[in-house]
């Protein structure tokens, strides 16, 4: 498994916290030379110093060639993990969908386009994108969030059967609830449906190493969702009206 990363020139965008610094905190215990990037410059240099890594703050769309260049040449592992969690219905202010549109989905698009040309050339590279159970399934309250990150899991799947043959590896992590500032953001709506189950950012980080070591393309840290997701695919009748009758709940409880 060390082998895997060992050296490996990694960045981790959205890793002032959370399951992105957890995961670059695994990354530097497994040998990796890893970047730390966050919005709050702060707050990535933070993770920088306590793991030995280098703090490239800044957008997560528009950091592959600094992070290139802080590593020396050549990035061999992509985190895309920055997102954004983005409530509301259909009638959500369009800003709140462009941004949620721009962070989840683009900024995935726009590191595979500055990374794809050169690992195509070398025959590797390693794409991580850190979507959510919500890509998988969904999540009452927040339809920005929700439908974007149905998007971000879209993209990965088609990195990873276009490009497999060539050696790229893709990784999907999709959990539920996790501890984080994020998950405190979701309200009454994560408390009743991710808060029951929510697990600590350095499991996300297990789950991914775990995956990377069997080369899986899904990572699902809570086991449960692999049943949900077959029940969504098989009776998606009987799965929304279960949804339903959880969005009734909620609706009750506000």
Known sequence: MVGAVQDAGVVVTGAGGGIGAALARRFAAEGARVVVNDLDAGRAQAVADEIGGIAVPGDAAGIVEQARDALGGAVDVYCANAGVASGGSEAADPAVWALAWDVNVMAHVRAAQALLPEW??????RFVSTVSAAGLLTMIGAAPYSVTKHGAYAFAEWLSLTYRHRGISVHAICPQGV?????????SAGDLVLKPTAIEPADVADALFRGIAEDRFLILPHPEVAGYYQVRAADPDRWLTNMNHLQQKWEAAE
């Open 120 to 125: 195509l050339e070398r025959g590797r590279g």
């Open 179 to 187: 501890r984080t500032d994020m998950l405190d953001a979701t309200g």
